[in-house]
């Protein structure tokens, strides 16, 4: 029960030194840089998913072309003379 008194006694004088040393000013601060942030982000995000779906139907091609190329050989083989 001490330590949790501890705890909240803190947390209030942590508070009171963020709102007298300027915390809104440092709020906006951190605020912006956070915008800033995630519309970078949001632009790599969508380069990502544009080259995620490139490499999707590059594989699904080349998986196609050699499910076709395995059927067109087991014809083959099996049309073959014995």
């Known amino acids: 029960m ?3 008194i501890m705890g909240v006694i803190v947390g209030i004088l942590i508070f009171f030194l963020f709102v007298y040393f300027g915390g809104s000013r440092t709020l ?3 605020g912006v840089g956070l915008i800033d942030t ?3 982000m949001e632009v790599m995000e969508d380069m990502i ?3 995620k779906g490139d490499v ?4 699904e091609k080349d998986v196609k072309k050699r499910v076709f190329k395995e059927d067109k050989d087991t014809t083959k ?3 073959a003379p014995r």
């Open 49 to 51: 998913k544009k080259k």
């Open 56 to 59: 999707e139907k590059d594989l």
């Open 2 to 4: 001490g330590k949790f």
């Open 38 to 40: 995630g519309k970078r």
């Open 77 to 79: 083989r099996m049309e």
């Open 28 to 30: 906006k601060k951190v």
